[in-house]
């Protein structure tokens, strides 16, 4: 199955300013995934990210205020730009391993933003 | 569209009884649907998958999971509860096959000595 690193694991910003969260997996996935979970709340898909095309983008979610890149096909970051403390949430990268052993979505361990 | 509803957000058992965890979900499709578990301050760890092979799919950790496509339903079942086992559980399903995971609300294991 292939292993995330996600990073940072937290951390606590002040608003107005931007934060970018990292992921890496340790082999080539075609499709990437940005959730974020609001506290006490369920997943929520922000975007799907593919290697050499533009993000696409789940309603309710902006590039502006949530650029990603996909520079190669083993890793990713989202932007949390413009921070508010609404932002406060975890956000997760996910993977699309179709076809391995484990064969489903594989998730990251989460970044949890605060935003004071 | 796809959606997933889980029936209860917070369920209650004692150590060594059985578990159950419902799940219902709408879906235009033959759905994927999957069975995810996060601990406090833990990563999501996929528990069980339906991918229309046999409706009564075993997972980790003593989990199994049956599909009954005529009631919608996709419950989460476990003989005997664990201490281990107190968690958020997710049922979820994917949107056209391996794509959009939709999640649902959740569910709230406590497990008492």
């Known amino acids: 199955s292939a292993v995330i690193s996600q990073k940072p694991s937290r951390d606590i910003c002040q608003r107005g300013t931007s934060l970018t969260i990292q992921c890496q997996v340790d082999s080539q996935v075609t499709m990437m995934f940005w959730y974020r979970q609001q506290p006490g709340q369920s997943l929520t898909l922000i975007a799907t990210?593919?290697?050499?095309?533009?993000?696409?983008?789940e309603s309710g979610f902006v590039i502006d205020k949530f650029p990603i890149s996909r520079p190669n096909l083993t890793f990713s970051t989202l932007t949390v730009s413009n921070m508010s403390p609404e932002d406060s949430s975890i956000y997760l990268c996910?993977?699309?391993?179709?076809?391995?052993?484990?064969?489903?979505?594989?998730f990251g361990s989460g970044t949890r933003l605060t935003v004071v | 569209a796809q959606s997933v509803t889980q029936l209860d957000s917070h369920v209650s058992v004692s150590e060594g009884t059985p578990v159950l965890l419902r799940c219902n979900y709408s879906?235009?499709?033959?759905?994927?649907l999957f069975w995810y578990v996060q601990h406090p301050n833990k990563g999501l760890q996929l528990l069980l998958k339906?991918?229309?092979?046999?409706?009564l799919v075993k997972g980790i950790n003593g989990f199994e999971a049956e599909f009954k496509k005529s009631e919608t339903s996709f419950h989460l079942t476990k003989p005997s509860a664990h201490m281990s086992d107190a968690a958020e559980y997710f049922c979820?399903?994917?949107?056209?096959?391996?794509?959009?995971?939709?999640f649902g609300a959740g569910t709230r294991l406590a497990v008492h000595p």
């Open positions: 996910s993977v699309d391993v179709r076809g391995s052993i484990v064969d489903g979505y594989t």
């Open positions: 339906y991918t229309s092979a046999a409706t």
């Open positions: 979820v399903v994917s949107e056209g096959g391996y794509n959009k995971l939709i």
């Open positions: 990210a593919n290697q050499g095309s533009e993000a696409t983008y």
């Open positions: 879906s235009s499709y033959s759905p994927s």
